[in-house]
């Protein structure tokens, strides 16, 4: 579990260039959308990193490794960059409704989705 600032951040009469991420490779980018008293995750990885931009909302993060023991817990807010590895299982609870950015150094499909669901306290 890491969490990242922008690494470029330039605004000018034209707007704003926000430079989230200039590592990894990945190979899928998702953006989803959840209502307020939603949860989502509760899972893990066994191969893929996850990167999260957060858009808007508010977000509860708790992040754990398989024995149940916390690595991190913390607020998600508009502008959070953060990156979940493999083996961390990471639950969302959102606070308001919310919009994010998801990108995954593996492609998740039908016939090689590196999800696991978590079983554990």
Sequence with gaps: ???FEAYK?????RGLF???VNFGNWQEVNYIETQAGQIRGGHYHKEAMELFYIIEGNISIKVVD???????E???NKGSIFLVEPYEVHTFTCNSDCKW?????????????????YEGK
């Design 18 to 20: 926000l430079g989230i």
């Design 74 to 76: 913390f607020l998600a």
């Design 101 to 117: 950015i998801n990108v995954m150094s593996k492609k998740m499909d039908n016939d090689s989705c590196d999800i696991y669901k």
């Design 9 to 13: 951040k330039n605004a000018s009469i």
């Design 66 to 72: 398989l024995k149940g023991e916390l690595i991190k």
């Design 1 to 3: 579990m890491k969490i």
